[in-house]
């Protein structure tokens, strides 16, 4: 599962800086991304779901996670913006341990 916290709250620690990088991809890729674009993509994108901004809006998200703020892998893998990039979870929590911001258990 993946645990997001922030603060006393069960969100992400999110730096207190610009985060106009983790804004959502606003494109399906039509070619296959190069490994490294792929795995950048799927951070970035996942990294933007766990985002205070977009977890204030996302009942959905929050109500998928346990009262300790964890989420199955299997969840984050079926949203479109994800699925568009890859289907493999395994992927999924591989490049997801190099995130400062996304616990992966």
Same mark, same amino acid.
């Given at each position: @599962?993946?645990?997001a916290e922030? +603060? @006393?709250?069960?969100?992400?620690?999110?730096?207190?800086q610009?985060?106009?990088?983790?804004?959502p991809?606003?494109?399906? &890729?039509?070619? &296959?991304? $190069?490994? $490294? $674009?792929l795995?950048?993509?799927?951070? #970035?994108?996942?990294?933007?779901?766990?985002?205070?901004?977009?977890?204030?809006r996302?009942?959905?998200?929050?109500?998928?996670?346990?009262d300790? +703020?964890?989420?199955p892998?299997?969840?984050?893998? @079926?949203?479109?913006?994800?699925?568009?990039?890859?289907?493999d979870? #395994?992927?999924i929590? $591989?490049?997801l341990k190099?995130?400062?911001?996304?616990?992966?258990?």
């Open positions: @599962g993946i645990n922030y +603060g @006393g709250y069960n969100y992400v620690n999110y730096p207190k610009d985060n106009s990088h983790h804004r991809q606003n494109f399906f &890729p039509k070619v &296959p991304l $190069e490994p $490294e $674009e795995k950048d993509a799927l951070v #970035k994108q996942i990294e933007y779901y766990f985002s205070v901004d977009n977890l204030v996302d009942t959905y998200l929050r109500m998928q996670m346990n300790q +703020g964890w989420l892998i299997s969840v984050i893998a @079926g949203f479109n913006r994800v699925r568009a990039l890859t289907s979870t #395994k992927l929590a $591989e490049v190099n995130s400062s911001l996304i616990e992966i258990n």
